[in-house]
């Protein structure tokens, strides 16, 4: 079944360049597949949520009620009440802001964590940076300062810089973290984005 989703991914994140790729989507299932190795949980739930984690992402897609996950798991033999299952993770898993949500299961929790651990760290550097540029954003301006504490509509309508979204999301993710597991990863991977900004405010300035 994980092949033919895989599959079903492929073709529906064909050309897709912003960092929401089919790559992320199976880092981010491989990451989840870690943290619920580590965690009383149901693996295959977990899978699968990680799997169409992004499957209906609006940012992508123009779907009503998630109609690609469903039509993906329907054609998968996937019973209609594990469908709902996968359907009430993916609905939580999404950054919005201070309406952020913390999922309710353990299992929409791990996936949740397994893709904000993508967005921070060497990777999550990458993908801010090819989300920046595909949407037409300034990498950076010292003018425009970072605008905290956003909404989910505010989060949306943004279009700030790539360097504000560090602050803006991505420095905010740790603390949101569900898991144990996921936390310890994310303390290098933090560490990492910030000795990055360290050195890129110094080049931007001219002193190194």
Known sequence: MEERIIAELQALFAGESSGHDLFHTLRVTRTAQRIASQLPCDRD???????LHDADDPK???TQDYANARRILAGCGVPQERIEA???I??????KGTDSVRPDSLEGQIVQDADRLDAIGAIGVARAFAYGGARGRKMYDPAEPPRLNMDEAAYRANRGTTVNHFYEKLFLLREL????PARDIAAGREAFMRDFLTQFYAEWNGER
Request: overall charge positive; some cysteine; charged content about 5%.
């Open 177 to 180: 973290l569900c898991t144990q």
């Open 86 to 88: 996968v359907i009430a």
């Open 60 to 62: 992508l897609f123009a």
């Open 90 to 95: 993916i609905r939580t898993v999404s950054f």
């Open 45 to 51: 739930l977990v899978t699968l949520g990680a799997l």
